[in-house]
């Protein structure tokens, strides 16, 4: 994770180093892929946008959970586009803005197809130009939710979060990306350098852990109180039966 801006970082700076650790992160060996991402799936952080949609009402907003992300992103992630396209490098600033959906919130449209609908978020007209499948975004238990996608061209953010899906050892590739960093900007610090699995332990599957690990406590109490009481019984029965 990496946030240019607390070294005051214009925009255009901040786009540029972002541009190229995204372009030598993919000629690391063993590299396989790598994309942007303003947040990690099943993480710590996320974001929301008040979003209006004409086919439900013409004044009202709602507040839908989404992800600011670059080309490739859901390839890397595994992440089907199940119709229409994801974002492309020829989405750009002189582009229409675009956004992509997920089936879930592509069902606001009953009866009709998402793709060419327009949605206004904060303000913004954009057209859904892909629906993706739609997957777990903050919770593994999670029930489906509303989510969408923003291309990172056309919506900049100073904090992102490069994802980089490698053969090799990932402490190998951190230590790559941290070295390309401090050759593109000695000051430039590197936040949270993690391997997905670990942060899905540390995060989405923590609260089933802390559930998990009362459930075995409360468990062992009750069977220790069990087995507690049952020697209380048999010891009581030996002693009055002993002459």
Not at 44 to 64: E, G, H, P, R, Y
Not at 136 to 163: D, I
Not at 176 to 189: E, G, K, M, N, T
Not at 201 to 213: C, D, E, H, K, T
């Amino acid at each position: 994770t990496f946030d240019p801006s607390q070294t005051r970082f214009s925009e255009n700076r901040t786009r540029a180093f972002y541009r190229e650790l995204l372009d030598r992160s993919l000629q690391f060996p063993g590299a396989r892929a790598a994309a942007l991402a303003q947040s990690v799936p099943l993480g710590f952080t996320a974001s929301q946008k008040q979003v209006k949609i004409a086919a439900i009402s013409l004044n009202d907003t709602m507040a839908f959970w989404m992800n600011t992300v670059t080309p490739g992103y859901f390839e890397l992630m595994r992440i089907p586009v199940v119709a229409g396209r994801g974002f492309l490098a020829s989405d750009t600033n002189r582009t229409p803005p675009v956004a992509v959906v997920n089936q879930a919130l592509a069902q606001f449209w009953p009866g009709q197809i998402a793709l060419g609908q327009i949605m206004e978020i904060d303000g913004r007209k954009m057209e859904i130009v892909g629906v993706v499948k739609t997957v777990k975004y903050q919770q593994a238990g999670e029930s489906p939710k509303p989510f969408f996608y923003l291309p990172y061209s056309q919506n900049f953010a100073a904090r992102m979060t490069l994802h980089i899906l490698t053969q090799g050892p990932p402490a190998q590739a951190a230590r790559a990306v941290i070295a390309v960093a401090q050759v593109l900007d000695p000051s430039q610090p590197v936040m949270e350098v993690r391997p997905l699995d670990q942060l899905l332990s540390q995060g989405a599957l923590f609260g089933a852990r802390i559930g998990l690990g009362v459930t075995v406590a409360a468990g062992s109490c009750t069977g220790l109180m069990a087995l507690t009481g049952l020697y209380v019984c048999v010891a009581s029965a030996v002693a009055r039966r002993r002459r």
